[in-house]
């Protein structure tokens, strides 16, 4: 628990590559997940305004395109991509400065992946510091400025200057076992 408030401290957001394990409380409302980190990051005894919460829940479950029946719908009840929105507005709540994504697209539908990777597109346009941790080598070169291959958490390769096309990700891959 101290390592995720010194996270928050720090400005620093994780989204877990297991949403429901290891991300989300599954028997909160999406409301109440979405307000967790914020919660953390003001201290136990401090609290959010009413209003304040209102407000900020409506705010991202308008521009994350969260649809759930209503606000006090179990988060077990949503959709993957539903649940790894309220996930991503839980963490951007708290106003990180970087943000770590680890497989953020992994399970969720065509269009949920499409609403998630045009916020990351928006949360880079505005500066915010991202790390896309994916397996999909598409979506890297969609969204990210600088790809660097790791293996056996060492980095081989890296793409920052060019295209970081698919052929040039797969490329760096190739090369880097010798």
Do not use: Y
Request: glycine fraction near 6%; charged fraction near 25%.
């Amino acid at each position: 628990r101290a390592v995720i408030e010194d996270a928050i401290a720090l400005g620093m957001a994780l989204t877990p590559e297991n949403r429901k394990t290891e991300g989300l409380n599954l028997s909160l409302s999406v409301p109440e997940n979405i307000l967790l980190a914020l919660r953390a990051k003001r201290g136990l005894f401090s609290r959010v305004p009413q209003s304040e919460q209102r407000r900020m829940v409506a705010e991202f479950i308008g521009a994350l395109g969260i649809k759930a029946r209503d606000a006090h719908t179990p988060i077990s009840r949503l959709s993957g991509g539903n649940q790894q929105k309220a996930l991503l507005a839980r963490w951007l709540a708290t106003e990180p400065d970087v943000l770590i994504l680890d497989e953020p697209t992994r399970g969720i539908d065509i269009a949920a992946k499409a609403d998630v990777l045009r916020e990351i597109e928006r949360l880079r346009a505005r500066g915010m510091s991202v790390v896309f941790i994916s397996s999909e080598l598409e979506e890297m070169s969609r969204v990210c400025a600088r790809i660097v291959v790791l293996r056996d958490r060492r980095s081989v390769a890296e793409i920052s200057d060019g295209p970081r096309t698919q052929s040039a990700v797969l490329q760096a891959i190739a090369g880097s076992h010798g």
